[in-house]
């Protein structure tokens, strides 16, 4: 099988996306004859080009983080750029992957609703959608934190190479928790409390030097 992956997170090289992607990919890569090519859209900006990329393609995977409850702009460009598939024969097979930052994977079904009623409407045939929240912290959690992640993500790409489908059971594991537990939600409340649910961000904001305007309003008159 031909593979051609968009990884669609403005971080490029450096996001979780790309780690999540080399797991799927190594899995994917173990059955012979199968191929791929790794897309950054962030460095490809001429969307004439990206077309005719997708325009060949046998089968597509678009991979992103959420951003704002759906895509980064540039995935949304780049998905209103494929606009000339509509309706054409023999497209590819279109799969994705959404990735983020809260754990609950509600968060994402929506946009998940949305990527199932592009493939219909590109007419290119829906391999489904891998959904997986609280990938944030991967690249600072200890291995023992991420090994069960990655490895089904591996798997996800080993039958996903062998079959062209994703399996179903890996889905839903990787799915979990759909909904935060009544204790969770109570152990971030009173993490909120005492001032611990934005360590990690405010840490990003001063290494950023936006600390002092996280409260801006630029769209406020
Ligand atoms: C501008 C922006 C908006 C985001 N919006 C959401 C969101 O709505 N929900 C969420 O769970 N995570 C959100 N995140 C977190 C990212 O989805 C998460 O950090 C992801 O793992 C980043 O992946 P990447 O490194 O591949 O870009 C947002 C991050 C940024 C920078």
Redesign the pocket.
């Known amino acids: 099988m031909k593979l051609t992956v968009f990884?669609?997170?403005?971080?490029g090289k450096?996001?979780?996306?790309?780690?999540?992607l080399e797991h799927f990919l190594k899995g994917f890569i173990e059955t012979d004859g199968n191929s791929y090519e790794l897309v950054y859209i962030v460095t490809n900006r001429d969307v004439g080009k990206l077309v005719e990329i997708s325009k060949d393609a046998n089968n597509i995977i678009l991979?992103?983080?959420?951003?704002?409850?759906?895509m980064?702009g540039i995935v949304k460009s780049f998905i209103d750029s494929l606009k000339p598939l509509c309706g054409k024969q023999n497209n590819p097979g279109i799969g994705f992957l959404v990735?983020?930052?809260?754990?609950?994977t509600y968060?994402?079904r929506f946009v998940e609703r949305y990527l199932e009623k592009l493939a219909k409407r590109l007419n290119c045939r829906y391999i489904g959608c891998i959904v997986k929240?609280?990938?944030?912290g991967?690249?600072v959690m200890p291995h023992f934190m991420t090994k069960k992640i990655f490895n089904s993500f591996y798997e996800l790409g080993k039958v996903y190479g062998k079959s062209g489908r994703f399996d179903q059971m890996l889905l839903n594991k990787l799915a979990k928790p759909e909904h935060l537990s009544v204790l969770t939600v109570l152990f971030y409340n009173l993490a909120k409390l005492i001032g611990l649910v934005n360590t990690y961000w405010d840490k990003q904001l001063k290494e950023n030097d936006a600390f002092k305007r996280r409260f801006d309003k630029p769209y406020t008159r």
């Open positions: 990884n669609g997170s403005p971080r450096k996001s979780n996306t790309t780690i999540l991979a992103f983080p959420l951003y704002t409850d759906c980064p990735q983020s930052g809260f754990p609950e968060h994402s929240g609280g990938i944030e991967i690249r």
